[in-house]
């Protein structure tokens, strides 16, 4: 067969988690800054490619079908994500990974993925990637961090848990290829999906909220936010750190209920009523 079955996947899963579980911590941190940095990647790409497209739906296809290159540089290169990390609960489930490590693995990834995207903030603002445009993707990006900063805590949560529902989807079916041509095929869907529903990532944002804030403080891209989308200053007033954690809060918690979910489903359908443990 050329993919594996739903039991080996989550074997596969729970013999991972437990190496994740086990790592070093300068090897973990290292981990967890790269697949901040190859998300943010990603969240500069679909930017990029959507900043000037005025009909939503179609600037949703566009930017679905290319921000999967920050996940699937992670599925085939490596790295900690926070959010499919959760998927570590199966194996604290199946005692293979202790609570307390499964917790300990999710902190430091955490801080480790929200350093590596601050780290691609502060390069791409200074890149000039921001200028495209006459400032107008400047413009967007501040746009885009806005919206999210002023994101409500339930919208937040709720879209939260519908975005790493998908992610862990992603993950699970990039696991089941047997080959890179599979495995891309089969993490790309669902990440095109929550990117085209506007679901809510913590690790994308790290990367959408902070350079949002940046391009705030250059006089162009703010004339420019004004002009195009009637940004005003009093508005721009959210776009704190305050609105960063406004976002990130409720986010997180979203993220961690919908990578749970899966994870507790997809343990007792596939290990525990199966072996009937």
Avoid at 41 to 62: E, F, M
Avoid at 106 to 122: C, E, H, K, P
Avoid at 171 to 180: E, F, P, S, T
Avoid at 217 to 244: F, H, R, W
């Amino acid at each position: 067969m050329q993919i594996h079955s739903p039991q080996e996947i989550i074997d596969q899963n729970m013999t991972g988690a437990v190496n994740k579980a086990n790592l070093k911590l300068s090897k973990m941190i290292a981990l967890g800054i790269l697949a901040g940095m190859f998300i943010a990647v990603g969240g500069v790409t679909s930017n990029t490619a959507i900043h000037s497209i005025t009909n939503v739906g179609l600037a949703r296809v566009l930017g679905g079908a290319v921000f999967p290159i920050g996940l699937l540089m992670i599925v085939l290169v490596g790295g900690e994500l926070f959010t499919g990390n959760c998927l570590m609960v199966m194996a604290t489930l199946d005692k293979k990974v202790h609570l307390t490590r499964f917790i300990r693995n999710l902190a430091i990834v955490f801080i480790s993925n929200l350093a590596g995207s601050l780290i691609m903030d502060i390069i791409i603002f200074y890149s000039g990637n921001l200028n495209l445009g006459g400032g107008a993707l400047g413009a967007f990006t501040i746009k885009v961090a806005l919206d999210k900063a002023s994101i409500t805590p339930i919208r937040g949560i709720t879209s939260g848990m519908l975005c790493n529902f998908l992610v862990c989807m992603a993950i699970l079916k990039g696991a089941a290829a047997k080959d890179v041509a599979g495995k891309i095929m089969a993490t790309w869907f669902p990440v095109f999906a929550f990117v085209l529903n506007g679901f809510e990532h913590i690790v994308a944002n790290m990367y959408y909220i902070p350079i949002g804030i940046m391009a705030a403080t250059n006089p162009d891209y703010v004339a420019k936010a004004e002009e195009l989308y009637g940004i005003s200053a009093s508005q721009l007033e959210s776009l704190n750190i305050m609105g960063c954690l406004n976002n990130f809060i409720s986010v997180t918690i979203g993220n961690i209920l919908g990578g749970l979910f899966i994870g507790f489903m997809l343990y007792f359908i596939n290990v525990r009523w199966v072996d009937n443990r």
